[in-house]
């Protein structure tokens, strides 16, 4: 759904599509909802869903903290009043310039999940405090990141046991479930293995990650369905109390937010198909329909729908959004026809390609 205030900004004088339109305020609340079912936890949002300045200080004006991959983010917090102790450097893979850039700035908290990068924390950031990911098999989410991240669970122990004989503070260990995760037992499998090394090695903090769903297609769980799950498996297998929680939601916070306006550039039959190709696409703003991965919503205005496939506008064959998703539009779209794309403010603007078949990245205009 789109904010009243984002509607109103669609009945002004518009600029030329595609556009993103963010509402901040939809973010604060988004942040302070997080607060209220997640009391006495930590939130880092992930900056990568959307990076926009007006984002980030409507996260800050909720209290929340940052989720920093690289050091272009940490700076753009920097520059919007974060302060460095509300940052949480949460990508695994980093150089190890990256890692003396941010404990320059102050950044005090690394993710790790490998002897290596540890060590080079330990190196460029003396003294900082550490968390280990840790792969956990689960249910998979509609983007999963497959095995590129987390050390097995067995060896998280041994990482904290050398993050402290290295002089760095082992605050504790974590693990994601995939992005738009609408299982909500997502999170027990990781609970359960925290706990078992926990046995083993004493967890100050246990980081839950992102992942919490958004409706797009299908009704997502409601924040309260996460949060109600999350508190069963940490009763469960923290019976004599869990540590605190660190969340890095990123999609739940800012999804909500945002409503790409496209435009029809053409409608063609191929081979008994009606195509319909809008100016927005994989490469300037829908790099998540990969695979149909995020099946968005679209507001075509009214009228008789029929079946379609739905591309975008560059000179590349997998520039195709959906093709076996079934897609339906007003039979009568045309050239040039108005096509809103809904709960569009996350992983869309940040993933645009900068000038692919010479189109600029996906423009946003966020609301005051
Ligand atoms: C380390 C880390 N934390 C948090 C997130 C945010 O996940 P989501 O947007 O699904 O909440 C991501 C997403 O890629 C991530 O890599």
């Not at 002004?12 to 973010?27: E, I, M």
């Not at 942040?31 to 949002?45: G, N, Q």
């Not at 700035?105 to 330990?122: K, P, Q």
């Amino acid at each position: 759904m789109s904010s009243q205030r984002i509607r109103r900004f669609l009945e002004g004088q518009l600029p030329p599509t595609p556009f993103l339109v963010v509402d901040p305020v939809v973010v604060t609340e988004r942040v302070r909802e997080f607060a209220a079912e997640f009391p006495h936890s930590l939130l880092f949002y992930a900056v990568k869903a959307n990076p926009e300045p007006a984002v980030l200080r409507a996260v800050l004006a909720a209290g929340g903290g940052f989720d920093v991959a690289s050091p272009a983010e940490i700076r753009a917090c920097l520059a919007e009043g974060a302060r460095p102790q509300g940052l949480s450097y949460g990508n695994p893979i980093k150089k190890p310039a990256d890692i003396a850039f941010a404990f320059a700035h102050g950044v005090r908290e690394f993710t790790t999940d490998d002897e290596s990068d540890l060590r080079h924390i330990a190196q460029h950031a003396p003294g900082a405090s550490v968390t280990v990911r840790m792969l956990v098999d689960g249910p998979a989410s509609a983007t999963p990141f497959g095995r590129k991240f987390g050390c097995p669970p067995a060896e998280a122990g041994r990482l904290l046991r050398l993050a402290a004989e290295l002089g760095l503070d082992p605050v504790g260990a974590g693990f994601h479930v995939g992005s738009q995760q609408s299982d909500v037992s997502a999170w027990d499998a990781g609970i359960a293995v925290a706990a078992k090394v926990a046995a083993e090695f004493p967890l100050r903090r246990l980081n839950i990650g992102g992942g919490f769903g958004i409706t797009y297609r299908a009704p997502a769980p409601s924040l309260a369905r996460y949060a109600s799950a999350v508190r069963a498996s940490l009763a469960e297998h923290f019976p004599s109390g869990a540590p605190e929680i660190a969340l890095e939601p990123g999609r739940a916070v800012v999804a909500e937010a945002g409503l790409i306006r496209a435009e029809v550039v053409l409608v063609a039959w191929r081979a008994g198909h009606r195509w319909v190709y809008l100016d927005a696409g994989r490469y300037n703003g829908l790099a998540e329909t990969e695979n149909e991965a995020i099946p968005y919503r679209f507001d075509a205005g009214p009228g008789e729908r029929g079946p379609v496939v739905i591309a975008g506008p560059t000179c590349d064959g997998d520039d195709v959004l959906y093709q076996h998703t079934h897609y339906e539009l007003p039979l009568a779209l045309k050239t040039g026809d108005e096509v809103d794309i809904l709960d569009a403010g996350a992983y869309t603007a940040s993933y645009s390609s900068v000038a692919f078949n010479g189109i600029e990245p996906l423009r946003t205009y966020c609301l005051d």
